[in-house]
């Protein structure tokens, strides 16, 4: 499964309404859970801007320790673009393209609290949970 900014952080935060959801969604399924590397530095700023150093290093523990995996091949970027610019006018980035180009190669799984990637599940490249 490729793993959404939105996902990690309401897992990161205990206080968040989704977090329980998004816990028992994620550990209900196996191994690995993919990182893409290209959206890191989201994940890393937002994590350490709304929950503090401590957290923001709990998870770069969790790479570290295999909890999570980063994950990226250089193709991710062509195919992020391609889909950034198709669905321009959703609030789709390069970030959350690459989140559905990483999730495209691997099993197609994205656990994301973003609506717009229900929309992109229509092509049929992925799934979405929760």
Known sequence: MTLDTSAILALLNRKDVNHERIRQVVFA?????????????EIAYLTETRFGT?????????????????????????RAQ????????????????LVIA????????????????????GEGTIRVQP
């Open 102 to 121: 990483c999730a495209e190669r691997n099993d197609g799984l994205v656990i994301s609290l973003d609506q717009h990637f229900w929309i992109l599940a």
């Open 29 to 41: 399924t196996r191994p690995p859970y993919f990182v893409p590397t290209g959206i890191l530095a």
């Open 54 to 78: 401590q957290a923001m290093n709990a998870f770069i523990n969790d790479i570290h320790t295999g909890v999570f995996q980063l994950e990226h091949e250089a193709s991710d970027l062509k």
């Open 82 to 97: 391609i889909l950034a610019e198709r669905y321009q006018n959703l609030p789709l980035g390069i970030a959350d393209a």
